[in-house]
């Protein structure tokens, strides 16, 4: 039969032990590390926004980029289908001796 020491060296009565431990100094302290607990969130809440407005600034810029480079994109594409065109037409156009003939 186990005795009071073979329960007291068991690994899940120390964690037991040590969790109430760490309730009960919360609860005690826990006057005493408000003002440091409130810094705290207050920090946290403040780099919170400063990184909100940082992911939108690059958010913004990587949109302006993505703009940028869809219009030349869209340019490139459109000197090409002129210039394609332009070489169609020239091909397609009656000469004079079949515009007479």
């Known amino acids: 039969m186990a005795g009071f020491e073979d329960f007291i060296k068991n690994d899940i009565t120390k964690g037991v032990a040590i969790g109430l431990g760490v309730a009960a100094a919360g609860v005690l302290l826990a006057p005493a590390l408000r003002p440091a607990v409130r810094a705290a969130v207050k920090g946290g809440i403040v780099l919170f926004e400063v990184g909100r407005e940082w992911i939108a600034e690059a958010s913004e810029s990587f949109d302006d ?25 020239a091909a397609q156009a009656p000469t004079s001796a079949e515009t007479h003939g």
């Open 65 to 89: 980029l993505l703009a940028e480079v869809r219009a030349e994109l869209a340019e490139q594409r459109f000197g090409a289908e002129s210039a394609g065109e332009t070489v169609g037409e």
